[in-house]
């Protein structure tokens, strides 16, 4: 079973940026697209976004589109999530996920979670 571990979360302040990292235990991260969410505090998970397993194809939330990106390096196990520009209601717990398929932006075709990761962006 894939273990997945998101890190680079912190405080930051409107118009900044950061990167997520999701780092998988196994090798076998390179069959499954994967794909990032988020819950902001007193809300439902939702779609940020995904990418193909081989890291051609992606889709974002119209959200994110322009700011966000997402790419994976499957050499060493990793997907990133470079977000710029944040603005406040970025704020939420980032979650990393991986699924044996095509990507989706539908939180419950996705097998596998991480812990998440918390950014909070101050105004």
């Known amino acids: 079973q894939v273990q997945l571990v998101e890190s680079g979360g912190g405080l930051v302040q409107a118009g900044g940026s950061l990167r997520l990292s999701c780092e998988a235990s196994e090798r076998t991260f390179r069959m499954y697209a994967m794909g990032w969410f988020r819950q902001a505090s007193g809300k439902g998970r939702e779609f940020v976004a995904a990418?193909?397993?081989?890291?051609?194809?992606?889709n974002y939330a119209d959200s994110v589109k322009g700011r966000f990106t997402i790419s994976r390096d499957n050499y060493k196990n990793v997907l990133y999530l470079q977000m710029k520009s944040l603005k406040p209601e970025d704020t939420a717990v980032y979650y990393c996920?991986?699924?044996?398929?095509?990507?989706?932006?539908?939180?419950?075709?996705?097998?596998?979670w991480g812990q998440g990761t918390q950014v909070t962006v101050s105004s």
């Open positions: 990418i193909s397993a081989v890291g051609i194809t992606t």
């Open positions: 996920a991986g699924r044996k398929g095509d990507r989706s932006a539908d939180e419950g075709e996705y097998d596998y």
